[in-house]
């Protein structure tokens, strides 16, 4: 008889293995018409390495990220700390998810993060921004004893059922009905919401401070007006972070830029994890939680398998330590303002840039008719077979001529929306505006590679139809 043993799991050797093989396994095994768009638009890059805000192909080419996993990697990729923290953790043993005991690591996390989070009192771990979103849906409806939500067009807060039903986006919600009650108010419009809570069944009302679909702020003065209404009407405001929060715009919290505003729920997720471990969190009110678990046979009403796991507690305390001996959010403000300003700058300059905006490390820049003739004869060209084609145009050479990864800000919008690791240096400003600057050289040129890729995407969008 065989004494053998059978051979120990060896990640490093089956990547040297199989590694090559990764579009063909996720065109095969997972959603293939994901491999066929990034091939499409020349995207289906092979990188080997990242660290920081920068990636590294099989060649030894380094990428500048500015598109950070859509904000998850807000300190970059592998940030020594984060990383040291998850070793520890791991070495440690802890006796994780028992289910019947309370593990330090959850509460210390909770106690840091509410430290940054005033008005706030008590939060709920789960395990993404979906998650932390669905958990203050059910947290409002619950504790107003009413059904319907309001939220805004264009607004995107997950794509799980609950979320999808205040997902501004009807591209995300077609064929997905039924979906909760719920109801869209213009964003910033006041009058409108008002007209919905005298109808007295609203829950609550559900806004990014700023909206990543578009880069759209909220107006001054509207979040504070907002909560005075929802308030008098018995309703609550909540604010989806997940995205704008932990120092993404300048500020721990995006809806912390106006004076005043203190959210019932606010949700976060993405930078928390510190890139590695997914966690969704839901703060909220003292008042509210204790609604929700109002008594020991209430105790797991509401609750995730995975949720306060070791492991993403301890990344969550590495990110808030590194936020604070960093002062990350002290930084963003001033590398923000140097992206900001200097992309402003080139309105004036290219007839096809219409507009820069946002705050901190999230920056939109959108692209309009031209006025003279020979460009706008191209862009009638391009918005006729599909809108988007234009910023798609401009994300595909910042890739492959200039090796800087950035995205379309939504589907059929002319608007790229950066949102780079909060940890990019002036250096990196520099080189993105420079590029992009080369970018909007060849497009006013009017003709070059530029426009040929163009006439491509043109053809891919009408055989689509």
Same mark, same amino acid.
């Given at each position: ?54 990636? =590294? ?64 009192? !008590? ?15 059910? #947290? ?41 009650? @719920? ?7 006041l009058d409108a919401l008002a007209r919905e809570l005298k109808k007295g069944d609203v829950a609550a009302l559900i806004v990014e401070p700023i909206q990543g679909k578009g880069v759209h702020e ?29 120092? !993404? ?33 839901? %703060? ?15 105790? %797991? ?13 301890a990344a969550g305390l590495a990110v808030l330590s590194v936020m604070e001996n960093e002062q990350i959010v002290a930084g963003v403000r001033a590398t923000g303002e140097r992206l900001k300003s ?14 820069? !905006? ?20 191209? =862009? ?18 910042? %890739?492959? !001529? ?22 990019? @240096? ?5 080189? #993105? ?17 530029? =426009?040929? #890729? ?10 689509n139809r």
């Amino acid at each position: 008889m065989s004494t053998s043993q059978p051979p120990e799991f060896d990640l490093a050797g089956l990547l040297a293995e199989r590694g090559a093989e990764r579009y063909e396994l996720h065109a095969k095994h997972l959603n293939h018409q994901l491999p066929r768009m990034l091939h499409t638009i020349g995207f289906d890059k092979v990188y080997e390495r990242a660290e920081g805000p920068y990636f =590294w192909d099989a060649d030894g080419n380094e990428y500048l990220d500015m598109l950070a996993g859509f904000g998850v990697m807000g300190l970059g990729r592998h940030h020594p700390v984060v990383r040291k923290a998850l070793h520890d953790v791991l070495d440690a043993g802890l006796a994780d998810l028992t289910r019947f005991d309370c593990q330090p690591l959850p509460g210390l996390l909770a106690e840091r993060l509410l430290t940054h989070s005033p008005h706030l009192d !008590r939060v709920f771990f789960g395990n993404s921004g979906t998650e932390a979103v669905e958990t203050a849906l059910k #947290f409002a409806r619950y504790a107003t004893g009413r059904p319907r939500i309001l939220y805004c067009p264009h607004a995107f807060h997950g794509l799980t059922t609950g979320s999808l039903s205040v997902n501004g986006e009807d591209g995300f919600r077609d064929g997905f009905a039924p979906l909760l009650p @719920d109801t869209a108010v213009p964003l910033g419009d006041l009058d409108a919401l008002a007209r919905e809570l005298k109808k007295g069944d609203v829950a609550a009302l559900i806004v990014e401070p700023i909206q990543g679909k578009g880069v759209h702020e909220t107006p001054p003065g509207y979040l504070r007006a907002a909560q005075e209404l929802l308030h008098r009407h018995k309703a609550l405001l909540i604010a989806d972070e997940v995205q704008t929060g932990l120092g !993404r715009t300048g500020d721990f919290y995006a809806y912390q830029h106006e004076e005043g505003v203190e959210p019932d729920l606010v949700c976060v997720a993405k930078a928390l994890s510190g890139g590695y471990v997914p966690v969704g969190a839901t %703060l909220g009110k003292d008042w509210i939680f204790k609604k929700v678990y109002s008594s020991m046979d209430r105790v %797991l009403v509401h609750s995730a398998s995975f949720g306060a796991n070791a492991q993403a507690m301890a990344a969550g305390l590495a990110v808030l330590s590194v936020m604070e001996n960093e002062q990350i959010v002290a930084g963003v403000r001033a590398t923000g303002e140097r992206l900001k300003s200097r992309l402003a700058a080139l309105v004036d300059t290219y007839e096809l840039l219409s507009d820069v !905006r946002g705050r901190g490390l999230m920056i939109g820049i959108e692209f309009g008719r031209p006025t003279s003739l020979k460009l706008r004869s191209r =862009w009638a060209m391009l918005q006729a077979a599909r809108k988007g084609l234009f910023a798609q145009m401009v994300v595909v050479p910042l %890739l492959q !001529r200039h090796r800087i990864l950035t995205q379309v800000s939504g589907d059929h919008l002319e608007v790229i929306k950066l949102i780079p690791p909060l940890v990019v @240096d002036e250096g990196d400003v520099d080189r #993105f505006v420079d590029a992009f600057t080369a970018v909007m050289d060849d497009a006013h040129s009017g003709g070059g590679l530029m =426009w040929d #890729f163009g006439r491509t995407l043109v053809k891919q969008a009408v055989a689509n139809r």
